[in-house]
Protein backbone atom coordinates (compact mmCIF):
# COMPACT_ATOMS: atom_id res chain seq x y z
CA UNK A 1 0.00 0.00 0.00
CA UNK A 2 0.96 3.74 -0.60
CA UNK A 3 0.43 6.93 0.97
CA UNK A 4 -0.96 9.82 -0.55
CA UNK A 5 2.40 11.30 -0.42
CA UNK A 6 4.25 8.45 -2.17
CA UNK A 7 1.18 8.50 -4.76
CA UNK A 8 1.74 12.39 -6.01
CA UNK A 9 5.35 12.02 -6.78
CA UNK A 10 4.52 8.37 -9.23
CA UNK A 11 5.42 9.06 -12.86
CA UNK A 12 2.37 8.86 -15.23
CA UNK A 13 3.13 5.25 -16.41
CA UNK A 14 3.28 4.14 -12.23
CA UNK A 15 0.18 5.82 -11.39
CA UNK A 16 -1.79 4.88 -13.82
CA UNK A 17 -0.76 1.31 -13.69
CA UNK A 18 -1.43 1.22 -10.34
CA UNK A 19 -5.22 2.50 -10.24
CA UNK A 20 -6.00 0.90 -13.47
CA UNK A 21 -8.40 -1.91 -12.04
CA UNK A 22 -10.16 0.48 -9.54
CA UNK A 23 -13.42 0.89 -11.84
CA UNK A 24 -12.65 -2.77 -13.69
CA UNK A 25 -10.58 -2.41 -16.47
CA UNK A 26 -11.05 1.21 -16.92
CA UNK A 27 -7.27 3.09 -17.49
CA UNK A 28 -9.01 6.09 -18.81
CA UNK A 29 -10.54 7.35 -14.94
CA UNK A 30 -6.27 6.76 -13.88
CA UNK A 31 -5.58 8.63 -16.61
CA UNK A 32 -7.90 11.45 -15.57
CA UNK A 33 -7.36 11.30 -11.70
CA UNK A 34 -3.54 11.81 -12.72
CA UNK A 35 -4.11 14.94 -13.77
CA UNK A 36 -5.97 15.88 -10.69
CA UNK A 37 -2.63 15.78 -8.58
CA UNK A 38 -1.74 17.08 -6.31
CA UNK A 39 -3.67 15.39 -3.74
CA UNK A 40 -4.03 16.64 0.01
CA UNK A 41 -5.00 13.52 1.53
CA UNK A 42 -6.74 10.08 0.86
CA UNK A 43 -10.67 11.44 0.99
CA UNK A 44 -9.35 14.20 -2.02
CA UNK A 45 -8.05 11.13 -4.08
CA UNK A 46 -11.23 9.33 -3.58
CA UNK A 47 -13.71 11.32 -4.22
CA UNK A 48 -11.80 12.58 -7.63
CA UNK A 49 -11.98 9.12 -8.70
CA UNK A 50 -15.56 8.77 -8.02
CA UNK A 51 -16.48 12.35 -9.46
CA UNK A 52 -14.83 11.14 -12.61
CA UNK A 53 -16.63 8.48 -12.72
CA UNK A 54 -20.16 9.84 -11.82
CA UNK A 55 -19.55 12.80 -14.79
CA UNK A 56 -18.85 10.21 -17.19
CA UNK A 57 -21.20 9.65 -20.46
CA UNK A 58 -23.89 7.19 -20.31
CA UNK A 59 -22.27 5.01 -23.17
CA UNK A 60 -18.38 5.47 -20.97
CA UNK A 61 -20.63 4.48 -17.30
CA UNK A 62 -21.92 1.20 -19.42
CA UNK A 63 -18.43 0.34 -21.09
CA UNK A 64 -17.54 0.16 -17.13
CA UNK A 65 -20.55 -1.95 -16.14
CA UNK A 66 -19.95 -4.24 -18.73
CA UNK A 67 -15.64 -4.66 -17.54
CA UNK A 68 -17.47 -6.46 -14.80
CA UNK A 69 -17.19 -10.13 -14.77
CA UNK A 70 -20.18 -12.63 -14.30
CA UNK A 71 -20.43 -13.80 -10.51
CA UNK A 72 -19.48 -17.56 -9.18
CA UNK A 73 -17.75 -18.10 -12.90
CA UNK A 74 -14.67 -20.28 -14.04
CA UNK A 75 -12.85 -16.93 -16.07
CA UNK A 76 -9.91 -15.32 -16.01
CA UNK A 77 -10.74 -12.38 -13.83
CA UNK A 78 -8.69 -9.58 -12.87
CA UNK A 79 -6.50 -10.31 -9.47
CA UNK A 80 -9.01 -7.45 -7.87
CA UNK A 81 -12.39 -9.42 -8.67
CA UNK A 82 -10.43 -13.14 -7.97
CA UNK A 83 -9.71 -11.48 -4.75
CA UNK A 84 -13.22 -10.23 -3.85
CA UNK A 85 -15.02 -13.44 -5.44
CA UNK A 86 -12.76 -15.58 -3.39
CA UNK A 87 -13.43 -13.46 -0.37
CA UNK A 88 -16.84 -14.52 -0.38
CA UNK A 89 -16.82 -18.07 -1.20
CA UNK A 90 -17.90 -18.02 -4.99
CA UNK A 91 -14.72 -19.91 -6.13
CA UNK A 92 -16.88 -22.55 -3.49
CA UNK A 93 -19.90 -23.21 -4.89
CA UNK A 94 -21.89 -26.46 -4.79
CA UNK A 95 -23.45 -27.30 -7.75
CA UNK A 96 -26.93 -26.16 -7.10
CA UNK A 97 -25.91 -22.36 -6.14
CA UNK A 98 -23.24 -22.55 -9.12
CA UNK A 99 -26.32 -23.24 -11.38
CA UNK A 100 -28.31 -20.69 -9.66
CA UNK A 101 -25.35 -17.79 -10.62
CA UNK A 102 -25.38 -19.31 -13.71
CA UNK A 103 -29.02 -19.05 -14.69
CA UNK A 104 -29.17 -15.54 -12.94
CA UNK A 105 -26.10 -14.32 -14.72
CA UNK A 106 -27.76 -14.84 -18.36
CA UNK A 107 -31.10 -13.98 -17.39
CA UNK A 108 -29.35 -10.17 -15.97
CA UNK A 109 -27.36 -9.44 -18.93
CA UNK A 110 -30.12 -10.16 -21.30
CA UNK A 111 -32.30 -7.91 -19.48
CA UNK A 112 -29.90 -4.96 -18.88
CA UNK A 113 -27.36 -5.80 -21.09
CA UNK A 114 -24.30 -5.58 -18.51
CA UNK A 115 -23.39 -8.18 -15.60
CA UNK A 116 -24.93 -8.18 -11.92
CA UNK A 117 -22.40 -5.94 -10.17
CA UNK A 118 -22.35 -6.18 -6.51
CA UNK A 119 -19.54 -5.40 -3.89
CA UNK A 120 -19.52 -8.21 -2.48
CA UNK A 121 -17.15 -7.70 0.74
CA UNK A 122 -18.79 -8.69 3.50
CA UNK A 123 -21.42 -11.05 2.21
CA UNK A 124 -21.94 -13.80 2.25
CA UNK A 125 -23.37 -16.21 -1.52
CA UNK A 126 -27.07 -15.99 0.59
CA UNK A 127 -26.53 -12.31 0.33
CA UNK A 128 -24.95 -12.19 -2.52
CA UNK A 129 -27.84 -14.41 -4.17
CA UNK A 130 -31.05 -13.58 -2.49
CA UNK A 131 -29.95 -9.45 -3.29
CA UNK A 132 -29.63 -10.86 -7.50
CA UNK A 133 -32.63 -12.81 -7.29
CA UNK A 134 -34.45 -9.35 -5.70
CA UNK A 135 -32.53 -6.90 -8.29
CA UNK A 136 -33.36 -9.45 -11.94
CA UNK A 137 -37.07 -7.76 -11.17
CA UNK A 138 -35.88 -4.08 -11.32
CA UNK A 139 -36.84 -1.65 -13.66
CA UNK A 140 -33.73 -0.77 -16.37
CA UNK A 141 -33.46 2.91 -15.27
CA UNK A 142 -33.58 1.44 -11.60
CA UNK A 143 -30.72 -1.59 -12.37
CA UNK A 144 -28.33 0.64 -13.98
CA UNK A 145 -28.43 3.24 -11.21
CA UNK A 146 -27.86 0.68 -8.45
CA UNK A 147 -25.39 -1.01 -10.44
CA UNK A 148 -23.48 2.42 -10.41
CA UNK A 149 -23.45 2.90 -6.53
CA UNK A 150 -22.13 -0.63 -6.69
CA UNK A 151 -19.62 0.52 -8.64
CA UNK A 152 -18.58 2.88 -6.45
CA UNK A 153 -18.37 1.03 -3.64
CA UNK A 154 -16.31 -1.71 -4.90
CA UNK A 155 -14.02 1.63 -6.64
CA UNK A 156 -14.00 2.49 -2.55
CA UNK A 157 -12.88 -0.66 -1.50
CA UNK A 158 -10.37 -1.24 -3.92
CA UNK A 159 -8.84 2.08 -3.08
CA UNK A 160 -9.00 1.85 0.24
CA UNK A 161 -6.75 -1.36 0.06
CA UNK A 162 -4.21 0.32 -2.31
CA UNK A 163 -3.86 3.53 -0.03
CA UNK A 164 -2.89 4.21 3.40
Same mark, same amino acid.
Given at each position: ????? +? #?? #????????? $?? %?????????????? $????????? %???? $? &???????????????? #? /????????????? &???? &??? %?????????????? +????????? $??????????????????????????????????????????????????? /??? /???
Amino acid at each position: MKSVK +N #IN #ILKKSEFVS $YF %QNIFEKTKWIADKM $YTKKPFKNK %QTLF $Y &TAIAIFNNATKKRALK #I /LRAHPDLAVKQKL &TKES &TRE %QKNAKLNECILKEF +NEFQHLNKE $YKQKFGFPFIIAVKGKTKKIILDSFKKRVNNSISKEFITAKKQVEKIANFR /LKD /LVK
